[in-house]
């Protein structure tokens, strides 16, 4: 308990906690939203076609995050455009910006002179780097998303489970998919700090898939992947450091460790009632 107390008093520490807490809200609420619209896949293809704007920022000498937001962006809305103007298979136009972000992120990492620094925390991860300017970028997140579901809960619902039903009743949809794409993407580069874009897809579904175990309900799912994210973050950030490895792996592998024990206690939930 004591070694505990005493590496809360660290600043680093301090920091990974409270930008976990963060960004495990703005995953809860975005992953809701990307798991009831079955948008898995797009979520896999712009964080790493992220990776190419890590790249130019690095070759350029800018704020790689910076680059890579706008990279995540234009790759969200590309998908989007691509399938509704041209229709095109989602499948397919994400697979295409998937492979060109890689192909571009390596591309510039190796025309970039000299050795490039910080870029294993972008492929896996470091939740202890994070900074009190990040903090403050994740509490701005974290709070205009749960404004925005507060005052669009009803859009963004319908649009999320039927967007032909939200057309009918004369519902803003394409604002709320380009918008709710922005968020997507926003929310996936600010989160590439804690797990590494190799394993972000699962911080925004995992989570959520856990939630909808026990429940079909938005605004439960959204509560639950909140809750557990949260708990998952912590738990693998505390048992992580006391391990001696990496943090952002072992909060996956925590998480997955509760989606297990949310099935098996769905199954013997099941099996009682049957009984």
């Known amino acids: 308990m004591s070694n505990i107390i005493e590496l809360l008093q660290y600043d680093f520490f301090q920091n ?13 609420i975005v992953g809701a939203y990307i798991v009831v619209r079955r948008l898995v896949f797009i979520s896999g293809g712009i964080t790493h076609a992220s990776f190419g704007g890590i790249g130019l920022g690095v070759f350029l000498g800018l704020n790689p995050v910076f680059t890579a937001w706008c990279f995540a962006i234009a790759s969200g809305f590309g998908v989007e455009y691509l399938s509704t103007k041209h229709k095109l298979r989602e499948d397919s136009a994400i697979a295409v910006l998937w492979a060109l972000g890689m192909a571009l992120g390596i591309l510039f990492m190796f025309l970039t002179p000299g050795y490039t620094v910080g870029m294993s925390e972008f492929l896996f991860g470091n939740i202890l780097t994070i900074t009190s300017k990040d903090i403050l970028m994740f509490a701005a997140l974290a709070i205009t998303l749960i404004v925005t579901f507060w005052l669009l809960y009803r859009p963004i619902l319908y649009t999320a489970f039927d967007a032909e039903y939200a057309r009918i009743q004369k519902l803003p949809v394409k604002f709320i998919e380009y918008l709710m794409m922005f ?19 699962s911080l925004v579904t995992i989570p959520q ?4 175990i026990f429940t079909f309900d938005f605004r439960k799912i959204i509560f639950y992947s909140v ?16 391990l001696n490895v990496p943090s952002g ?16 206690v769905k199954s013997v939930l099941m099996w009682k009632r049957v009984d």
């Open 183 to 201: 968020f997507v993407a926003t929310t996936i580069v600010f989160s590439i700090r804690l797990v590494g874009i190799v394993l972000l897809m």
């Open 16 to 28: 990974a906690l409270i930008g976990g807490i963060l960004v495990s809200i703005a995953c809860g």
């Open 209 to 212: 898939i856990t939630a909808n």
């Open 227 to 242: 809750i557990i994210g949260v708990i998952g973050c912590l738990a693998g950030l505390f048992i992580s450091y006391f």
């Open 249 to 264: 792996a072992f909060i996956i592998l925590v998480l997955i460790a509760f989606y297990g024990i949310g099935r098996g």
